[in-house]
């Protein structure tokens, strides 16, 4: 038996969620799995019923759960609210908290939605990249930091650090991806000015020998900014520090155009938080418009890297082919003049498409 802890959160968040729960709730029954699912509060929601975007009752619940599922926080009732109260204070903490510092971001192409791509079809057709991006460490983390007057002029700094044991536990999780895919890692760095990334590239490279199956390169954030541009379908996955992946991984995700169709795993030891990279989409919200498939892409992460259930990932990632092969969409990934469903249809499409 495992425990999941659900936070639906805010906005579009409990309805995507709940067309989520639909899948997991199927497969959960067809295979078994016996999972016990409790839900809990974080974000707006939690701020509006306990005045703590993570109250304690949360944060227990997501330290006693193998895994959490998080639809999305925030909105503009809380915008006005001081910084410690700001809904996505409670996705920070609860992050934290759970020491998740390995985020998983694939950016795959579907190949029913190519148009929707800001880039022409035969560059991203064959793109399936997974970024892998440290997310407790560097620049975002490192002391000192500041800003102070020196001089009597402002001077900012910010100190960018890795030990070699955090740059070596998200390696390996960096080439045991590799391993479960076309066995190709990228690692980015600017070893060329900065030392941390020199330390970056060098225990990176000593990991190698671990993983003779894995065809390791380095390249520079420059390059491979423009490279994710100019050439996307070369790379596998790509492992980057906290920094550069936060700018790498939205920039690819936007290879696909579609931000609702784009799941995350954030994973720590022995637990892992699985959550659309999407917002809340106040502007949607309560309409049963939102696209809920980066959520059930997330529940298929889940059962991946949190179940052992590989085989139940693959049938909900081929479902949602298969949906969007049957030419079901939501309004965000329909074509001009196209017919579109709801949140709650599309999740229910999915289930069906499991063939159980
Ligand atoms: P957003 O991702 O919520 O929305 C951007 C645009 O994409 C909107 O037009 C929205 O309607 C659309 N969209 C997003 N998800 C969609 C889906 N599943 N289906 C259909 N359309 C979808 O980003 P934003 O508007 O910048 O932020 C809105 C709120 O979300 C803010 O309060 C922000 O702080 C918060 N936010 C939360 C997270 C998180 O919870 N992880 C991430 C980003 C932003």
């Not at 190709?184 to 003779?212: F, G, H, I, M």
């Amino acid at each position: 038996m495992k425990k999941i802890a659900i936070f639906p959160g805010d906005g579009i968040g409990p309805e995507i969620v709940d067309a989520a729960r639909l899948v997991l709730d199927a497969v959960d029954q067809a295979a078994g799995l016996q999972l016990q699912c409790t839900d809990g509060l974080v974000g707006g929601a939690a701020l509006d019923a306990a005045d703590d975007p993570l109250p304690e009752a949360s944060l227990q619940l997501a330290m006693a759960a193998d895994a959490v599922i998080l639809g999305a926080v925030g909105g503009p009732c809380w915008d006005n609210l001081p910084p410690a109260k700001r809904p996505e204070q409670g996705l920070l903490r609860l992050r934290k908290h759970l020491d998740l510092f390995a985020n998983l971001r694939p950016a795959q192409i579907f190949l029913q939605l190519l148009s929707a791509s800001p880039l022409r079809p035969e560059l991203v057709q064959d793109v399936d990249i997974l970024v892998v991006r440290e997310l407790t460490g560097d620049i975002y983390f490192g002391q000192p930091r500041g800003v102070e007057i020196v001089n009597g002029k402002r001077r900012g700094h910010n100190t960018m650090v890795y030990d070699e044991d955090e740059i070596r536990r998200i390696a390996h999780v960096a080439f045991k991806a590799a391993q479960g895919r076309r066995k190709q890692l990228c690692s980015v760095d600017k070893a060329n000015v900065l030392e941390t990334t020199r330390l970056w590239r060098e225990v990176v490279t000593e990991l190698a020998p671990e993983y003779p199956d894995v065809s390791l390169t380095h390249m520079y954030v420059d390059n491979a900014a423009m490279q994710l541009i100019r050439a996307p379908a070369q790379f596998d996955v790509l492992l980057t520090g906290n920094m550069f992946g936060d700018i790498l991984s939205d920039e690819a995700s936007q290879l696909t155009g579609s931000i609702g169709m784009l799941p995350s795993a954030s994973l720590g030891e022995g637990r892992g938080m699985y959550e659309p990279i999407h917002g809340s989409a106040p502007d949607i919200a309560g309409q049963d418009k939102a696209n809920p498939l980066a959520t059930i892409l997330s529940i298929a992460m889940m059962l991946r890297h949190s179940l052992g259930a590989e085989q139940w990932a693959q049938r909900v990632e081929m479902a949602v082919q298969k949906v969007l092969d049957a030419g079901l969409r939501t309004a965000d990934i329909a074509a001009p003049g196209e017919a579109v469903i709801g949140t709650r249809a599309m999740g229910q499409a999915v289930v069906q498409a499991l063939q159980l």
